[in-house]
Nanobody, 113 residues
Framework: QVQFVESGGGLVQPGGSLRLSCAVSRSIDSITIMAWYRQAPGKQRELVGASTRTGSTSYPDSVKGRFIMSRDNAENTVSLQMNNLKPEDTAKYYC???????WGQGTQVTVAS
C-alpha cells in the first residue's frame, strides 16, 4: 500500500511563504495525477493543487496565483510552494494520488500574526 509522508508545515505570518514536501513510498512516474489537499477543522477536505505526470498543473481559484505544485518523478516527491499565505489557508495539508484512499499524517499549516 502506498504511503505518503508530508512535511514542511509550520506557523507563518500572513503574507509569508512555506514549502511543503511529500515523500511517496513507491514510484510516482506511473501515477497520472498527484494532488495536494487540505482540511481545516470542521470542514471537508478540499483540493488545492493537482499535477499530471508531464507537469501540467491546476488549482482552485482560492489558491491560484499563490500556490505552485511540482513533482519529481525521479525522486518520488511532490512539493507545494505556498506564497502570500492568508489566515484562511490554515489547515492540515495532505498529498495523495488522484482518487487515492490511503492518507498520510499530513502537515499542519497555521497562518496567524
Amino acid at each position: 500500500q502506498v504511503q505518503f509522508v508530508e512535511s514542511g508545515g509550520g506557523l507563518v505570518q500572513p503574507g509569508g511563504s512555506l514549502r511543503l514536501s511529500c515523500a511517496v513510498s513507491r514510484s510516482i512516474d506511473s501515477i497520472t495525477i498527484m494532488a495536494w489537499y487540505r482540511q481545516a477543522p470542521g470542514k471537508q477536505r478540499e483540493l488545492v493543487g493537482a499535477s499530471t505526470r508531464t507537469g501540467s498543473t491546476s488549482y482552485p481559484d482560492s489558491v491560484k496565483g499563490r500556490f505552485i505544485m511540482s513533482r519529481d518523478n525521479a525522486e518520488n516527491t511532490v512539493s507545494l510552494q505556498m506564497n502570500n499565505l492568508k489566515p484562511e489557508d490554515t489547515a492540515k495539508y495532505y498529498c495523495n494520488e488522484w482518487g487515492g484512499t490511503s492518507w498520510g499524517q499530513g502537515t499542519q499549516v497555521t497562518v496567524a500574526s
